[in-house]
């Protein structure tokens, strides 16, 4: 199959983009796969693509920047600069990253989107999934991610609620990372179209945490929904009992100078370290003993998988909606009531405190990640899409929810077809 994946910014570090490479990675063994990303703005991805995979740039802002006029886009010069100033025309502006976008990327999408008439498109958040529904031919298998429960959509975003309920019914399938938000969606669309829980998998970590650590660790952009300045509060109580821990948070975001302060207010600079973005997260797991997580709200967070696969008991937030999916309340972490730090500082001193507790949670937790193994879940994958390609006859949503699969797939690699744009060729 072909099959290609389109994001706003493959070049990022978030939690969608970390999936959908990972996916990509993986399927690109034995298919033909593109990462099409309608921005770039650095020079290289954070995350490592796999050479049988190809990363085609739609907007090369860093191109322009670096003034390499051969990856610019077509539309250039004054015109370009005017176009790049005017709002989007194209993307729903209840899309939380309308921003990004503008009417020079919506030429440039719109031309991909046109263009593409065959395989398989996959779309990975709301504003690309309107547009992908709004323009592609229905010659495309279509694919519309959801990484946002649909409440949190509801709560913030209601126009664009009203949206998808009007166009997401043109898809061949709608994909969610848990069981409750297929249904949510599948009450939404009013049952005529299929929407499957698919979780996120991981690569394996290769690195198993140290029990006896005296690190907590935690990870994500540092944005207000990440909620890291909840975790410092619940930190400072910590420290006042067991000031021989430490926390450590890798990522960067606008938060960074205030998170900053915070530490530096509650006396924390000795043990809270903002340790900025990493490509070797897993490693940097693997120095700690337990994992925090404090987000205001989830979709299917990968990075608890993540810690789990280095063996990390969790210590989080029971916030909407994911956590709840991935954690066994005290058997592979703690869920703390959402909101309530003095309860998170406790749920971190209870796995301080002990140690054989702690272990027994970092080993089960271990256990249960093994369930969400790349191979699993590309295989998942493979089956969905081939049978939506050849067939397009119905398959029963709730046959898809079960969790993952165990078996894996081998196979040669597809040859490239040879389209055009590619920031990297192979």
């Known amino acids: 199959m072909t099959i290609r994946y389109l994001l706003t910014n493959a070049f990022g570090g978030g939690g969608t983009i970390r999936a959908t490479i990972n996916i990509a990675n993986e399927l690109g063994r034995s298919h033909d796969v593109e990462i099409v990303s309608v921005l770039r703005e650095v020079d290289e991805p954070k995350f490592a693509i796999h050479p049988s995979v190809r990363?085609?740039?739609?907007?090369?802002?860093?191109?322009?920047?670096?003034?390499?006029?051969?990856?610019?886009?077509?539309?250039?010069?004054?015109?370009?600069?005017?176009?790049?100033?005017?709002?989007?025309?194209?993307?729903?502006?209840?899309?939380?990253?309308?921003?990004?976008?503008?009417?020079?990327?919506?030429?440039?999408?719109?031309?991909?989107?046109?263009?593409?008439?065959?395989?398989?498109?996959?779309?990975?958040?709301?504003?690309l999934n309107l547009a992908v529904a709004r323009f592609v031919r229905p010659s495309v298998v279509r694919i519309a991610q959801e990484h946002i429960n649909l409440a949190h959509h509801r709560r913030l975003r209601p126009e664009l609620v009203e949206e998808i309920k009007a166009s997401y019914n043109r898809?061949?399938?709608?994909?969610?990372?848990?069981?409750?938000?297929?249904?949510?969606?599948?009450?939404?669309?009013?049952?005529e179209t299929m929407v499957i829980a698919m979780?996120?998998?991981?690569?394996?970590?290769?690195?198993?945490a140290d029990p006896a650590s005296r690190v907590v660790v935690a990870?994500?952009?540092?944005?207000?929904?990440?909620?890291?300045?909840?975790?410092?509060?619940?930190?400072?109580?910590?420290?006042?009992?067991?000031?021989?821990?430490?926390?450590?948070?890798?990522?960067?975001?606008?938060?960074r100078a205030r998170l900053a302060k915070k530490i530096k207010r509650l006396e924390l600079g000795d043990h809270v370290e903002l340790r900025g973005f990493t490509t070797e997260l897993s490693k940097e797991m693997a120095k700690a003993s337990i994992y925090?997580?404090?987000?205001?709200?989830?979709?299917?967070?990968?990075?608890?998988?993540e810690a789990m696969a280095c063996g990390l008991p969790i210590v989080s937030f029971d916030c909407p909606s994911g956590p709840r999916h991935i954690v066994d309340h005290d058997k592979t972490g703690l869920l703390i009531t959402d909101g309530d730090v003095a309860a998170l500082t406790a749920g971190l001193l209870d796995l301080i405190e002990h140690d054989e507790r702690r272990a027994a949670?970092?080993?089960?937790?271990?256990?249960?990640?093994?369930?969400?193994?790349?191979?699993?879940?590309?295989?998942?994958?493979?089956?969905?899409?081939?049978?939506?390609?050849?067939?397009?006859t119905p398959i029963p949503s709730a046959s898809y929810d079960r969790g993952?699969?165990?078996?894996?797939?081998?196979?040669?690699?597809?040859?490239?077809?040879?389209?055009t744009g590619d920031v990297r060729h192979t």
């Open 404 to 419: 993952p699969a165990q078996a894996g797939h081998t196979g040669d690699r597809a040859p490239c077809d040879g389209v």
């Open 55 to 127: 990363l085609r740039v739609l907007n090369d802002r860093y191109a322009a920047q670096a003034s390499r006029p051969a990856l610019r886009s077509k539309l250039s010069g004054a015109a370009g600069a005017w176009a790049n100033r005017q709002p989007s025309r194209l993307i729903h502006g209840g899309d939380r990253r309308y921003d990004r976008f503008s009417l020079l990327t919506d030429v440039n999408l719109l031309r991909f989107l046109r263009s593409t008439r065959d395989g398989v498109l996959v779309s990975t958040r709301p504003g």
């Open 292 to 305: 925090a997580m404090s987000s205001r709200f989830e979709g299917y967070p990968m990075v608890l998988l």
């Open 219 to 255: 990870a994500g952009r540092l944005t207000t929904p990440k909620g890291f300045d909840r975790l410092v509060r619940a930190f400072a109580g910590v420290v006042a009992t067991h000031p021989d821990w430490q926390l450590r948070i890798f990522g960067e975001g606008d938060q």
């Open 171 to 191: 898809f061949d399938a709608i994909t969610t990372l848990t069981p409750t938000d297929a249904e949510d969606y599948r009450r939404l669309l009013g049952g």
């Open 361 to 392: 949670m970092a080993a089960a937790a271990f256990e249960k990640s093994t369930r969400y193994t790349i191979e699993a879940l590309a295989q998942r994958w493979v089956d969905l899409l081939s049978r939506l390609r050849d067939s397009r």
């Open 199 to 208: 979780p996120n998998a991981v690569p394996p970590a290769g690195v198993r």
